[in-house]
């Protein structure tokens, strides 16, 4: 596991800690087991209903491809997710402030040039 991921602490029990990452920026190991417990137990419903219709209702064989493609997805969406720094509200908060001084410095220079024209 990454050191700078965030984490919770670990004397709170499992769901007390999936509630409280939710709160917390990117994704936690809480989060990521539960969304991979909800789908191991879709493919596993998904499964049994095929099994007992005998695999004559084609709705529940896509059902499954759709759901094992969503899961790699979301899988890819993960990696990607914990491969890339999150900014904090504060970081996001001075990058729109600059952002927004560079367009009025901008727009001073364009007014000042359309004078000297």
Known sequence: MDESAPSIATDDNFFVSLW???????????????????????????????????????????????????????????????SVKLKSNEELFKDEKEEKEEKNNEGEETIDNKKNN
Request: hydrophobic share 60%; proline share 3%.
């Open 20 to 82: 409280n990452s939710i709160f917390i920026p990117g994704t936690t190991p809480q989060l990521i087991m539960a969304t991979h417990c909800s789908f191991i137990c879709l493919f596993f419903i998904l499964s049994w209903l095929i099994y007992m219709t005998k695999a004559q209702n084609i709705h529940f064989i896509m059902l499954l491809l759709i759901s094992v493609l969503l899961w790699g997805t979301v899988i890819w969406f993960i990696n990607e997710l914990q």
